[in-house]
Nanobody, 122 residues
Framework: QVQLVESGGGSVQAGGSLRLSCGLS????????LAWFRQAPGKEREGVAA????????FYGDSVKGRFTISQQRERNMVYLDMSDLKPEDTAMYYC????????????????WGQGTQVTVS
């Protein structure tokens, strides 16, 4: 069973930056996609950033383009989300996910999820 563990969340003022990290216990598949989702209270889970299964395609949600950057170190089983110019509307629980998605921001296409890390922007 693949386990994902997020870290790096916290409270930050608007305009600030944070780096989220996610460690995978093992490779879920030979080729797999990685993504960050977020969910605010009362809202649906939203895709934030994703890396395609081949590792060479990057996807970003419209609300974070130009502010967030997803990256990975496959040799270390790590994926990161660098967030800058944070806004109060970025406040949410952030989750990393791994799978073989046909659509980068379809939560149902990801088999493995972390427990989440809270980001609060004030």
């Amino acid at each position: 069973q693949v386990q994902l563990v997020e870290s790096g969340g916290g409270s930050v003022q608007a305009g600030g930056s944070l780096r989220l990290s996610c460690g995978l216990s093992s490779y879920p598949y030979k080729q797999y996609g990685l993504a960050w989702f977020r969910q605010a209270p009362g809202k649906e889970r939203e895709g934030v950033a994703a890396i395609g299964s081949a590792g060479d395609s990057y996807f970003y949600g419209d609300s974070v383009k130009g502010r967030f950057t997803i990256s990975q170190q496959r040799e270390r089983n790590m994926v990161y989300l660098d967030m800058s110019d944070l806004k109060p509307e970025d406040t949410a629980m952030y989750y990393c996910a791994a799978g073989r998605p046909l659509k980068p921001f379809a939560p149902a296409h990801y088999n493995y999820w972390g427990q989440g890390t809270q980001v609060t922007v004030s």
